[in-house]
């Protein structure tokens, strides 16, 4: 079963906001699996420090569109682990309203970076 365990960049006790804690814990999720199947989580790494640099994260003021789309693919895997059951979440930020919601909030800054 996996876990969102806490990364030293962004641990889930560290009173992020919702989307923030959310995200961070589906980061940690991805992470943790890639790293166990020995794939590539680079990309993953490095947004996990983004999430918590800011107060109130603006995916779309904070983020360029590659790390919304890091995101996107972080929240969107998680979901489907979330979905078979292979997700234990003890810190309550991977629910899949939470995934989802999460998943807006990105899908709504994507779309206002297309109208700017």
């Known amino acids: 079963m996996l876990q969102p365990t806490p990364g030293p960049a962004c641990p889930p ?8 804690a959310t995200l961070a814990g589906s980061l940690n999720i991805v992470i943790n699996l ?11 790494q490095a947004l996990l420090p983004q999430v918590a640099q800011f107060p109130q994260l603006d995916p779309e003021r904070h983020l360029s569109a590659a790390q919304r789309e890091t995101a996107r ?7 489907t682990l979330v979905e078979g059951g292979l997700v234990e979440d003890p810190h309550g930020v991977l629910t899949l309203d939470a995934l989802d919601a999460g998943l807006d909030r990105l899908t709504g ?6 109208r700017a």
Do not use: H, N, Y
């Not at 890639?34 to 993953?44: L, N």
């Not at 693919?73 to 979901?79: P, Y």
């Open 13 to 20: 006790q560290a009173g992020l906001p919702p989307f923030q």
């Open 34 to 44: 890639a790293q166990t199947k020995g794939s590539d989580a680079s990309r993953f």
């Open 73 to 79: 693919q972080a929240l969107l895997s998680t979901m």
């Open 109 to 114: 800054a994507a779309a206002a970076g297309l």
